[in-house]
């Protein structure tokens, strides 16, 4: 095994059912140490993805390397197994044992598990230790399919959207037990359509559309950088108000001027209070007015729309 090798290694994966293929081509790594979010739309592929990962379903064309070990030879499951956590969306829980008894049969399968009592307690499932799975609320088997999931003190843990319908309570909890695990050293790859769980937890991200890996990088970078957005005022176009501040601003070495989703976007290097001042003062000398003008911080939200379209797709999941 290479101890340098990536937590997870997807090269060119493609996955089709029926006549229709639901991953096509895509790539992506995930390093070690780090949590690595996966985003995407509803049925961009990366549930798909994610199971093709964790050795449920087959491939049907690309590498995916798993810790190093090539996940689709039968020869390394067992080996992943014990190396790999894995909590899917749907649970995969078994509905009659008790909370308890699940968690410590997933635990006797572990050479050194985690000890189950702490682990209830700290994402509030003593009280229902005693209570069979089928009775438990969603949120309370979301949180045991998660202390399954990370009961073996795995190596790298994969969390479908491990926060999805939990209250905020349960939510924060579940980020503590998270953080401490990237600070223990475990890698996770996460999957997720909340963007404040990004920004709390991500090292990387992953943005995937349509079966395809489309952007990935720190959150940082994919939000870009601030800038200065202008709205045209009534019966003035973006491209003519361009046009006229580029001009206005033309001393101003470093500020690019652009229209851009029906307004006026500068950039510079520095984009700060006294830059706005000088767009402000441009934007007056073009006598267009605006019907706004802002220091923007574009947010992941923002880029996730911008990378992957606003329109609710007609083949959502
Ligand atoms: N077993 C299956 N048979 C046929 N089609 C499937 C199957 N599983 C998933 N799909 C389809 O594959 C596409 C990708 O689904 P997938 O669950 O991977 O998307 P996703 O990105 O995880 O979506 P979501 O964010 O809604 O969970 C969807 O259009 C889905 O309907």
Same mark, same amino acid.
């Not at 909370?99 to 994402?123: M, N």
């Not at 559309?209 to 019966?235: F, K």
């Given at each position: 095994?290479?101890?340098?090798?990536?937590?997870?290694?997807?090269?060119?994966?493609?996955? $089709?059912?029926? %006549?229709?293929?639901? +991953?096509?081509? *895509?790539? =992506?790594?995930?390093? @070690?140490? /780090?949590?690595? !979010?996966? &985003?995407?739309?509803?049925?961009?592929?990366?549930?798909?993805?994610?199971?093709?990962?964790?050795?449920? $379903?087959?491939? %049907?064309?690309?590498? +995916?390397?798993? *810790?190093? =070990?090539?996940?689709? @030879?039968? /020869?390394?499951? !067992?080996? &992943?197994?014990?190396?790999?956590?894995?909590?899917?969306?749907?649970?995969?829980?078994?509905?009659?044992?008790?909370?308890?008894?699940?968690?410590?049969?997933?635990?006797?399968?572990?050479?050194?598990?985690?000890?189950?009592?702490?682990?209830?307690?700290?994402?509030?499932?003593?009280?229902?230790?005693?209570?069979?799975?089928?009775?438990?609320?969603?949120?309370?088997?979301?949180?045991?399919?998660?202390?399954?999931?990370?009961?073996?003190?795995?190596?790298?843990?994969?969390?479908?959207?491990?926060?999805?319908?939990?209250?905020?309570?349960?939510?924060?909890?579940?980020?503590?037990?998270?953080?401490?695990?990237?600070?223990?050293?475990?890698?996770?790859?996460?999957?997720?359509?909340?963007?404040?769980?990004?920004?709390?937890?991500?090292?990387?991200?992953?943005?995937?559309?349509?079966?395809?890996?489309?952007?990935?990088?720190?959150?940082?970078?994919?939000?870009?950088?601030?800038?200065?957005?202008?709205?045209?005022?009534?019966?003035?176009?973006?491209?003519?108000?361009?046009?006229?501040?580029?001009?206005?601003?033309?001393?101003?070495?470093?500020?690019?001027?652009?229209?851009?989703?029906?307004?006026?976007?500068?950039?510079?290097?520095?984009?700060?209070?006294?830059?706005?001042?000088?767009?402000?003062?441009?934007?007056?000398?073009?006598?267009?007015?605006?019907?706004?003008?802002?220091?923007?911080?574009?947010?992941?939200?923002?880029?996730?729309?911008?990378?992957?379209?606003?329109?609710?797709?007609?083949?959502?999941?």
């Amino acid at each position: 095994m290479l101890t340098d090798s990536p937590a997870l290694l997807v090269d060119g994966l493609r996955k $089709r059912y029926g %006549d229709r293929d639901v +991953v096509s081509g *895509l790539s =992506l790594r995930a390093a @070690r140490g /780090e949590l690595t !979010a996966v &985003l995407g739309p509803n049925g961009a592929g990366k549930t798909t993805t994610i199971e093709c990962c964790e050795g449920l $379903r087959r491939p %049907d064309g690309g590498r +995916v390397e798993v *810790l190093g =070990l090539d996940r689709t @030879r039968p /020869e390394n499951a !067992a080996e &992943l197994r014990h190396r790999v956590g894995v909590m899917l969306q749907e649970g995969g829980l078994p509905m009659a044992p008790h909370a308890g008894a699940v968690l410590r049969h997933v635990a006797s399968l572990h050479d050194r598990p985690e000890a189950a009592g702490p682990l209830l307690e700290r994402l509030g499932l003593t009280t229902v230790a005693r209570t069979r799975v089928r009775h438990l609320s969603g949120g309370q088997r979301q949180r045991l399919a998660l202390a399954c999931a990370i009961v073996g003190e795995p190596e790298l843990v994969f969390l479908d959207e491990p926060t999805a319908g939990l209250d905020p309570q349960a939510r924060l909890a579940v980020w503590d037990l998270v953080r401490e695990l990237r600070a223990a050293g475990t890698s996770m790859v996460l999957t997720t359509h909340l963007m404040s769980e990004v920004e709390e937890l991500a090292d990387h991200v992953v943005v995937v559309d349509r079966g395809a890996s489309v952007a990935a990088g720190r959150p940082a970078e994919l939000r870009g950088a601030p800038h200065v957005r202008i709205a045209p005022p009534p019966g003035t176009s973006a491209a003519t108000l361009a046009a006229d501040l580029a001009a206005a601003l033309a001393q101003h070495a470093g500020l690019d001027t652009c229209a851009e989703a029906g307004g006026v976007v500068v950039r510079g290097t520095r984009m700060d209070a006294a830059v706005l001042a000088v767009v402000a003062r441009a934007l007056a000398d073009t006598g267009h007015g605006a019907a706004e003008v802002a220091l923007t911080r574009p947010t992941l939200e923002d880029a996730f729309l911008s990378l992957t379209g606003r329109e609710l797709r007609a083949d959502a999941a």
